[in-house]
């Protein structure tokens, strides 16, 4: 049972990123689903937050507008496209379920720098 993210890099300020979470092992379709991310000295944050039908979706102010969250049940998978990228949103990123006691995957890093 295992979440894996993949899909980060480098990219300058102002490009694109499209990170996955795969899950396997069981079935995240009753699952809410959530991003998060830490940057070096920072706590961990909330960026963004899909329901398990994907019809309730939120972000945290740093994002909205810049990043879309959706999922897949299908392919068991849940992306975050990350558009307009600023330097302040290097960090790693992590997905997340609630599923049993909470399930981490190990994080994909993303550093914007010119």
């Known amino acids: 049972v295992q979440l894996v993210e993949s899909g980060g890099g480098l990219v300058q300020p102002g490009g694109s990123l499209r990170l996955s979470c795969a899950a396997s092992?069981?079935?995240?379709?009753?699952?809410?689903m959530t991003w998060h991310r830490q940057a070096p000295g920072k706590e961990r944050e909330l960026v963004a937050t899909?329901?398990?039908?994907?019809?309730?979706?939120n972000y945290s102010d740093s994002v909205k507008g810049r990043f879309t969250i959706s999922r897949d049940n299908a392919k068991n998978t849940v992306y975050l496209q990350m558009n307009s990228l600023k330097p302040e949103d290097t960090a790693v990123y992590y997905c997340?379920?609630?599923?049993?006691?909470?399930?981490w995957g190990q994080g994909t890093q993303v550093t914007v720098s010119s």
């Open positions: 997340y379920t609630p599923r049993g006691i909470g399930l």
């Open positions: 092992g069981f079935t995240l379709s009753i699952y809410t």
């Open positions: 899909i329901n398990n039908n994907g019809r309730s979706i």
